[in-house]
């Protein structure tokens, strides 16, 4: 097999495989090291359901990007040494790098069910400013999505999942602490002025508009964690695809490589 052009044309052919998912691989893990940070703080929200599969999945997404970037190295020796042994080391390797990364795009494309309306209203009616924890975990719970709603509802100009309604139409421990008359809703979803005061708290409280936030705070929850969801799964599926013909192409190389 040595000297023939055709082994040589599919050896570079394979090289050139192996740097496409050794790049692949380095972006797949930025994207997922930029989820797992949680730019938009979101995290919080996710913990308080119990659910936190979205981050889990990015996590192994970074594990299995910097773990394709590695094989496709040894790939790529074994390729030049023409190593039975170097390259039977590369495909068990990567079958198993392999199936981790389709468990990770696997989960992570089944989550956009997940992220419904009721489940971010259920919480917020829940957590938001609950005074009576049941224990330390719940009181950790309770902090991190009424900071986060607050948050929401101050830099992000909504109020409550669908609307200021929310607080009027469902029962609440928000409601259960604050009469109707004076907090129908959080002093978060008042129009602020510059100095991040009410513009006019009488009107905000009756409802009037330009002095209450009507727009729902979801596509701000949902928007960020969808497309993240989708980037890392779509990412680690088209890699999949790709990795699985550059795999093939190196078993056949493995079995006419001359022991």
Known sequence: MKGNGGIRCF??????????????????????????????QLYPLLNATNNVDIFAAAWIGIFTGFAFFLLSILGIIGVIKSSRRLLMAYIILMFIVYC??????????????FFTRNLFL???????????????????????????????????????????????NYTSEFRRTHSDAEYPWPQQCCVMNGNGEPLNLALCRLGA?????????????AGPLMRHAYGVAWFGFAILCFAFFVLLATMFYWMRIEC
């Open 209 to 221: 508009p330009g002095y209450l936030k009507l727009q729902g705070c979801y596509d701000e929850i």
């Open 122 to 168: 259920r919480e917020m009616l829940e957590y938001y400013q609950n005074t009576n924890p049941s224990n330390n975990d719940q009181q950790s719970k309770i902090n991190g999505v009424t900071d986060v709603w607050n948050r929401l509802m101050l830099t992000k100009n909504c109020c409550g999942v669908n609307g200021p309604l929310d607080w009027q």
């Open 11 to 40: 050896q570079v052919l394979l090289i050139i495989g192996n740097v496409v998912i050794g790049l692949a691989g380095l972006a797949l893990t930025a994207e997922c090291i930029y989820f797992v940070s949680d730019q938009n």
């Open 100 to 113: 981790f990364e389709a468990a990770s795009a696997i989960v992570a494309a089944t989550q956009r069910d």
